[in-house]
């Protein structure tokens, strides 16, 4: 069964950058589109962007375009979030999710990560 784990979260100053990691076990991690959303306590999980299984279809939120990248490499089971230019509203737990279908809810994904910390700090 698919495990993701994600890495590359930390504390950051505005205007900087950062990489999230999402590394999978399994055999069938290409056949997912890969999503990231971000969680402020209290708040519902937010997307911020997704991947099609074979990286042609890429989706971003209106908060995070131009500023973010996801890309994602079948071979080494990841997917990647490139964060630049961030802002302290970046501050969030990131988490990846997958699924067979693409959706920008996140109860639409049945496999998530235990989600890894970003701060933004201002």
């Known amino acids: 069964q698919e495990q993701l784990v994600e890495s590359g979260g930390g504390l950051v100053q505005a205007g900087g950058s950062l990489k999230l990691s999402c590394a999978a076990s399994g055999r069938t991690f290409s056949t997912y589109v890969v999503a990231w959303f971000r969680q402020t306590p209290g708040a519902e999980r937010e997307f911020v962007a997704a991947i099609t299984r074979s990286g042609r279809s890429i989706y971003y939120a209106d908060s995070v375009k131009g500023r973010f990248t996801i890309s994602r490499d079948n071979a080494k089971n990841t997917v990647d979030l490139q964060m630049n230019s961030l802002k302290s509203e970046d501050t969030a737990v990131y988490y990846c999710?997958?699924?067979?279908?693409?959706?920008?809810?996140?109860?639409?994904?049945?496999?998530w990560g235990q989600g890894t910390q970003v701060t933004v700090s201002s």
């Open positions: 999710a997958a699924d067979g279908t693409f959706s920008t809810n996140g109860r639409q994904y049945k496999k």
